[in-house]
C-alpha cells in the first residue's frame, strides 16, 4: 500500500561534506555545508599538498633548476588594476568573500521596542521590518506545527535531504548541470550565504524560541538548529532564490515553458518552508517572515547585480496564520495576514555582482 | 456564494449531496475526477433507482449494459448509460439536473433516484451496440468447465500465462475493458470486449512481448486517462488479484487451479480509485457484476441442451473494492442490486458467491459511534482532522437510526480555532422535513464560506427516503487546481444537539463514517486521509498494545463498524485479513460492528467479516505474493484486498470439484492468547475481526518431504 513505500531516498546525504577545512572562511562552517557558510566558501582551494608531494617538487627544483640557466629575471606583465576581468581568475571563496562584503557595504539594521521589532536597512532606506511575535501567537502556532506532523511520513525524504542548502530541488526543475551552469550554482550559492547571513542577524535580535521549547508533544524529526524560530533561514533563501532565478530565467529567455517551471519554482520555495514546519523546527509565521525578508534580499541582490529593481519594503506583524504562497503574493491577502508593504528601496549596483550576473546569463542554452 | 438554483436545475432534487457537491461550480466541481472538472461529458453512466423502465425521449439516448436477469423480476436499481442529443457537453449540476428530469420522463407518479456517476469518454462509446453476445470469438475450452471464477479490478493483465490451460490457451473466457476505445461494434455498451479466441491470437501475434500485445488489444492507451498506461506498471492491483483468485504460478503454487475452472474479467476505470467520495463508481461496478453473470450463463448456454434455459455453473466472484462511508445497513443502493443478483442466482445455482474484503480502515479513526449516554446531556462533540496539504475534496457522513424520528435535532459544524472569518454552518432536521415535496428525497443544504467563497456543503438528507444522514464536503486545505479558496486543515468540531428530538433508544447509535481520502493505486491526486478525534479525556487504556489486541471498553471510535462501505449484502462473502505467522487479525483489518446492551453485553450490529484469510505474512514481510504485470513478475500488496481474492480461489477450487464452497475451511481464527482477560466483550471484538471460518493459506508450493530420513541418507 503506498503509505508504506516512499522512503527509499534518504540516500544521498554523502555529498554534503566536502570542505575539509580548507582555506578561508572554510572552518567556520562546521558542518560541511549544512547551513548558512557552505561549501561555497571552501571551493577552488587547493589547500596543501601531501608531504610526499611538497619534498618531490623541492627535490625536483633542485634538479632541474640547472636547466633554465643564470640569466635575469623577466618583467611582470601586470593585470588590471581593480578590474572585473580578473573576477575568473580568483577561487570561487574568494569571490565569496567579495560577494558577501559587497551585500554587507550598506546594509543596517536597527531594533526597536515597545513593541520589539528589528528593521533591516539598505542604504538607509528600510527593506523589511519585522515584530517580534507574541509568546500568545506562539503558543497558538503550536497547534498548526501538530497538525502538519501528520505529514511527516510522507516528506521525510525530502525534510532530511534539505537540511542543507536544496540546491539539487531548484536544479531540477531548471534544468541546472554543473557543466553548463557553473556560474548559475555560483549565484544560487551566493544568494543563499547572504540570505543565511541576514536571517541570523533577525533572527538574534528577535530570539524567538522554538516550537518543541513550548510543546514537548512537536518532537521535531531533525535537530532543532542552533539559532531562533523567526524568521525561518529556509523560507529566507528559498524565497531569495526565488526571486534572483525568476529574473534570470527571463533574461535566459531559453525555456519555452518557463512559466510552468517558475510555477513549479515558486511551490518548490513555499514546499521548503512548509517542510521545514512539518519536521517540527519552524512555525508558520516563520515561514511568512522568511518569505517576505528572502523576497526582499533576492531583490537587492538583483540591485547589486546591476538590474534596477525598486522593491515595496515591507513591515510583518505575525497573527496566528497558516502559511500559504498563494496568501503571501496577493498583497491584499498578505496584508490581512500582517504582511503590509511600505516604501520602497533599491539596492546600488557593484562590480562583483555585476560580473558574477553577466556570466550566469551567459549560461542560457538558447540556441 | 452558491448562486440559487431554479427547481429544474437543482441536481439534488434528482441525485444526492454528493452530486451536488461534485458536479457545482461553486463547490467541489474543479476538485473533481479530470473528466468531470476539466472538460463537460456527453456521456453519462448512472444508477435508477425506483423503476427500470427507461423513457422513450427524443433529446436523450439510452443504453442498457447486458443485464443478466433469466427470472425476469423488476429490478430495484438499474445500471444505465445516456447521451443526451440536444444539450452541449454537460458541464455543470444545472445540466445535469436537466438531463435528469428529462429521464424522469415527466411522469409525477413515478420518482426515480439517481446515482450519476464518471462520464465515460467518447472514444469509448460503442457506436452500434448490440446487447446480446452472440459468442463469435469464443472457442470452445479444451476442459469442460466446471466452474467459473471472476475478478473485477484495475489494471488486469487478461494475456498472463498464469492464465494459460495445460495446452498453453488461455483461461481467460471473457474479458470487459470498461474504458478501452471501443470498437465500432460491441456487445457491450463502452468501452471493448475480448473473447477468449481473440486473446489466444494476441498471445499467438505478439509473440514473447506483451507491451506490444496489450498495445494491440487497446488496454495500453495513454490517450484516454481513464485507462492509460497502467498496464505498463511492474505491478497493479488488478494483477494482484486477478493472480490470486485465478492464476497459476509458482508464488501460488499450494492450490493450483485446474483447467475447468474458466475465467471471467471485468476491469474496471483504471482511474476509479481516484475520486475520494465513493462518487462515480457504481454504475461500473454494478455493470461489471451483471457481466460477469450474464457471460457465464452464455458459457453455460454452450453446454447446455436448452441454450435458453441452461444449468448456470458454479460461480465464485472476487471484488476487492470499497469505500468507508455509507449507510453499511445492505440497503445503500449497489447493496440491494448486489443482493437481488445474488439471492437470485442462489436459486439456480447455490454455489454461487460474491468475496469482498472488509477494508483497510480498522484502526485509521475513521468510525465512530454515538449512544443515548453519549447523548444524555443533550450534545455530543467530536473532532474532524483535516490534514494540511489535501489536494482533494473531504467527506464525513453522519447517519441517523433508520426509524428514528429525528424532529428537532440540529448538527453544527465549526471551523478549526483561529480561523473567526468562518462562520459556524449549522442543519437542522426540521428544515429538511419542511422542504416541499418536490419528488425528491427531503433534504437541505447550507454552504460554509470564507470570505464570500464556498469552502463546504453541510447537508441532511432522508436517503433513499428512509434514513436521515448529516453529511459536510469540505474543499481541499491547499490552493490547487487555480482555485483561489481551500478550506483550513485542523480538527473541525462537530456538534450533535438533541434539542428536542426524542432520546436515543439502548439499540439506536447515530454512526459516524469518514470518507475514503488517500491514494492507494498511486494515482497522484493529492488526498490525505482525514480522522476522527474523540474529545472525551482518558484514551482507551492498552489501546494499541501489541500484546493486548482487545481493550476492554468500546468508546465512541472504534474500528468495531469500519466495515467496507459497499459490503453489507446479507448474502456476500466478507473476508479480513489476518496475520500468517502469528495468525492474529492484521491491525488494519476492518470488522463488523458492536453495541453493548442494557446489560452491557456485547452484541453484533451490522455486517460482519464472514471469514479471515492471510493479508500479510509477517510483521516483517507485509502482504501477500502474487503475480506481476508481466509473465514472471512478482509482486506484494498488503490489505484485505489480497486476503479476498485467496479465499475466491479455494471456493472455486471446491466449487469444481462439487464440494461446498467452504470445505478445507477452519473454524474461527483462535483467541490470541495474550487478549487478557477474555471477557464477553473481548470475545464479540476477536468474533468481529475474524468471522466465523479461517481459510487454509494461499502460497508457495510446501516442499515435499522426504518418506524417510533413510532416503536422505541412501
Not at chain 2, 447537508?459 to 478550506?487: E, F, Y
Request: aromatic content about 8%; some cysteine; charged content about 20%.
Amino acid at each position: 500500500m503506498a503509505q508504506y513505500g516512499g522512503l527509499g531516498g534518504l540516500g544521498g546525504l554523502g555529498g554534503l561534506g566536502g570542505l575539509g577545512g580548507l582555506g578561508g572562511l572554510g572552518g567556520l562552517g562546521g558542518l560541511g555545508g549544512q547551513t548558512g557558510l557552505g561549501a561555497f566558501l571552501g571551493a577552488e582551494d587547493p589547500g596543501g599538498y601531501s608531504g610526499a608531494t611538497t619534498a618531490g617538487l623541492q627535490i625536483t627544483a633542485d634538479g632541474l633548476r640547472h636547466l633554465a640557466g643564470d640569466g635575469d629575471t623577466p618583467a611582470a606583465g601586470e593585470l588590471a588594476f581593480n578590474d572585473p576581468s580578473n573576477y575568473g581568475r580568483w577561487g570561487q571563496w574568494v569571490r565569496g568573500s567579495l560577494y558577501i562584503t559587497e551585500m554587507l557595504n550598506g546594509l543596517d539594521w536597527a531594533t526597536a521596542s515597545n513593541p520589539n521589532a528589528v528593521t533591516l536597512r539598505l542604504e538607509g532606506a528600510d527593506m523589511v521590518t519585522l515584530h517580534r511575535p507574541t509568546s500568545e501567537i506562539l503558543t497558538q502556532q503550536c497547534q498548526h506545527v501538530r497538525d502538519y506532523a501528520d505529514l511527516r511520513d510522507e516528506r521525510g525524504a525530502e525534510i532530511a535531504s534539505q537540511l542543507g542548502f536544496p540546491t539539487e530541488y531548484f536544479a531540477m526543475i531548471l534544468g541546472l548541470h554543473p557543466a553548463q551552469h557553473k556560474k548559475t550554482f555560483e549565484l544560487i550559492t551566493a544568494t543563499q550565504v547572504i540570505a543565511a547571513h541576514m536571517a541570523m542577524i533577525v533572527k538574534h535580535a528577535l530570539a524567538v524560541r522554538r516550537p518543541d521549547q513550548i510543546d514537548g508533544r512537536i518532537l521535531p524529526m531533525i535537530p532543532t538548529p542552533g539559532h531562533g524560530s523567526f524568521p525561518s533561514a529556509h523560507a529566507t533563501e528559498a524565497y531569495a532564490v526565488l526571486t534572483v532565478m525568476t529574473q534570470l530565467v527571463s533574461t535566459w529567455d531559453a525555456l519555452n515553458d518557463s512559466e510552468n517551471r517558475l510555477k513549479m519554482l515558486r511551490g518548490l520555495a513555499e514546499r521548503i518552508a512548509v517542510n521545514r514546519t512539518v519536521a517540527g523546527v519552524h512555525f508558520p509565521i516563520d515561514s511568512w517572515a522568511g518569505a517576505a525578508l528572502g523576497t526582499a534580499i533576492g531583490n537587492a541582490i538583483l540591485g547589486r547585480c546591476g538590474l534596477a529593481t525598486s522593491t515595496p519594503s515591507r513591515t510583518y506583524t505575525a497573527m496566528n496564520s497558516d502559511f500559504f504562497d498563494f496568501d503571501f503574493t496577493d498583497t491584499a491577502i498578505a496584508k490581512s495576514h500582517g504582511l503590509v508593504e511600505g516604501t520602497a528601496f533599491s539596492a546600488a549596483q557593484k562590480p562583483a555582482f555585476t560580473w558574477l550576473w553577466g556570466e550566469a546569463a551567459a549560461e542560457t542554452q538558447k540556441v | 456564494m452558491y448562486a440559487p438554483r431554479p427547481p429544474h436545475q437543482q441536481v439534488d432534487r434528482y441525485a444526492g449531496p454528493y452530486e451536488r457537491w461534485v458536479f457545482s461550480p461553486e463547490l467541489g466541481r474543479p476538485y473533481a475526477f479530470p473528466a468531470i472538472s476539466n472538460a463537460g461529458a456527453t456521456y453519462f453512466t448512472a444508477l435508477l433507482e425506483g423503476s427500470d423502465a427507461l423513457p422513450d425521449d427524443p433529446d436523450t439516448h439510452y443504453r442498457l449494459p447486458p443485464l443478466w436477469n433469466p427470472l425476469n423480476k423488476s429490478r430495484a436499481v438499474t445500471p444505465f448509460a445516456f447521451h443526451s442529443h440536444a444539450a452541449s457537453e454537460a458541464q455543470t449540476d444545472r445540466d445535469v439536473a436537466g438531463i435528469l428530469a428529462n429521464v424522469r420522463n415527466g411522469d409525477d407518479d413515478v420518482r426515480p433516484r439517481f446515482r450519476v456517476n464518471f462520464p465515460v469518454s467518447p472514444d469509448s462509446w460503442t457506436k452500434t451496440y448490440h446487447p446480446h453476445c452472440d459468442m463469435d470469438k469464443w472457442v470452445v475450452p479444451g476442459t469442460r468447465p466446471k466452474a467459473i471464477v471472476a475478478v473485477i479490478d484495475d489494471g488486469i493483465p487478461f494475456a498472463h500465462r498464469a492464465f494459460l490451460d495445460a495446452e498453453g490457451r488461455t483461461r481467460m473466457s471473457h474479458v470487459w475493458l470498461q474504458s478501452a476505445k471501443a470498437p465500432s461494434h460491441g456487445a457491450v455498451p463502452f468501452g471493448r470486449e475480448l473473447m477468449n479466441g481473440e486473446i489466444n491470437a494476441l498471445r499467438h501475434n505478439a509473440g514473447d512481448d506483451e507491451n506490444l500485445l496489450y498495445r494491440r488489444a487497446g488496454a495500453i492507451d495513454p490517450t484516454i486517462p481513464e485507462l492509460g498506461q497502467h498496464l505498463k506498471r511492474q505491478a497493479t492491483h488488478g494483477a494482484h488479484i486477478a493472480g490470486t483468485c485465478a492464476g497459476n504460478d509458482s508464488r501460488l503454487a499450494s492450490h493450483p487451479i485446474g483447467d475447468e475452472v474458466q475465467i471471467i474479467a471485468v476491469q474496471l476505470p483504471n482511474t476509479i480509485a481516484w475520486d475520494t467520495s465513493g462518487f462515480g463508481k457504481e454504475m461500473y461496478m454494478l455493470s461489471a457484476l451483471h457481466y460477469v453473470f450474464d457471460r457465464a450463463r452464455a458459457i453455460a448456454a454452450k453446454y447446455a441442451d436448452d441454450p435458453d434455459n441452461p444449468t448456470e455453473l458454479p460461480l465464485v466472484v472476487n471484488f476487492s473494492y470499497g469505500w468507508s462511508a455509507s449507510r453499511h445497513d445492505g440497503k445503500s443502493e449497489m447493496e440491494l442490486a448486489i443482493e437481488a443478483l445474488l439471492a437470485d442466482r442462489k436459486t439456480l445455482q447455490p454455489a454461487t458467491a460474491i468475496v469482498m474484503p472488509t477494508g483497510n480502515n480498522f484502526d485509521q479513526n475513521m468510525h465512530g459511534q454515538i449512544t443515548k449516554h453519549d447523548l444524555q446531556a443533550g450534545q455530543f462533540d467530536f473532532g474532524w482532522q483535516l490534514l494540511p496539504d489535501d489536494r482533494t475534496s473531504s467527506y464525513l457522513e453522519i447517519w441517523l437510526p433508520e426509524g428514528y424520528d429525528p424532529t428537532g435535532l440540529s448538527i453544527t459544524a465549526h471551523p478549526p480555532k483561529g480561523h473567526d472569518n468562518i462562520a459556524p454552518a449549522t442543519v437542522k432536521i426540521n428544515e429538511a422535513q419542511a422542504a416541499a415535496d418536490d419528488h425528491g428525497d427531503p433534504r437541505c443544504f447550507h454552504e460554509i464560506e470564507a470570505g464570500g467563497e464556498n469552502i463546504g456543503q453541510l447537508s441532511a438528507d432522508k436517503h433513499r427516503g428512509n434514513r436521515w444522514r448529516i453529511m459536510l464536503a469540505l474543499i481541499p486545505t491547499v490552493n490547487t487546481r487555480g482555485q483561489s479558496r481551500r478550506a483550513p486543515s485542523g480538527c473541525w468540531t462537530i456538534s450533535i444537539a438533541q434539542n428536542d428530538a426524542p432520546p436515543l433508544t439502548q439499540d439506536e447509535r447515530i454512526k459516524v463514517w469518514v470518507q475514503r481520502d488517500d491514494d492507494p493505486a498511486s494515482l497522484q491526486t493529492g488526498g490525505k486521509q482525514s480522522r476522527l478525534i474523540d474529545f472525551s479525556a482518558a484514551p482507551a487504556p492498552g489501546r494499541r498494545s501489541p500484546l493486548n489486541p482487545y481493550t476492554s471498553t468500546l468508546g465512541f471510535i472504534r474500528g468495531y463498524g469500519a466495515m467496507n462501505g459497499v459490503a453489507s449484502s446479507g448474502s456476500v462473502t466478507r473476508v479480513a485479513g489476518h496475520m500468517a505467522q502469528t495468525m492474529t487479525p492484521c491491525t488494519y483489518s476492518g470488522a463488523g460492528g458492536l453495541r453493548l446492551d442494557s446489560d452491557g453485553l456485547a452484541l453484533p450490529c451490522g455486517a460482519h467479516a464472514s471469514l479471515s484469510a492471510v493479508a500479510d505474512q509477517s510483521a516483517f514481510l507485509a502482504g501477500t505474493r502474487s503475480i506481476g504485470v508481466r509473465s514472471g513478475a512478482g509482486a506484494r500488496l498488503q490489505g484485505t484486498s489480497g486476503a479476498s481474492p485467496a479465499a475466491a480461489r479455494l471456493m472455486v477450487i471446491n466449487a469444481a470439484k462439487a464440494l461446498p464452497l467452504m470445505a478445507g475451511f477452519q473454524g474461527p481464527l483462535a483467541m490470541p492468547d495474550s487478549a487478557m482477560p477474555t471477557t464477553d466483550l473481548v470475545r464479540a471484538k476477536h468474533a468481529a475481526r475474524t468471522g466465523s471460518f479461517t481459510a487454509p493459506s494461499v502460497g508457495r508450493a510446501t516442499r515435499p518431504q522426504p518418506a524417510n530420513n533413510t532416503a536422505l541418507l541412501s
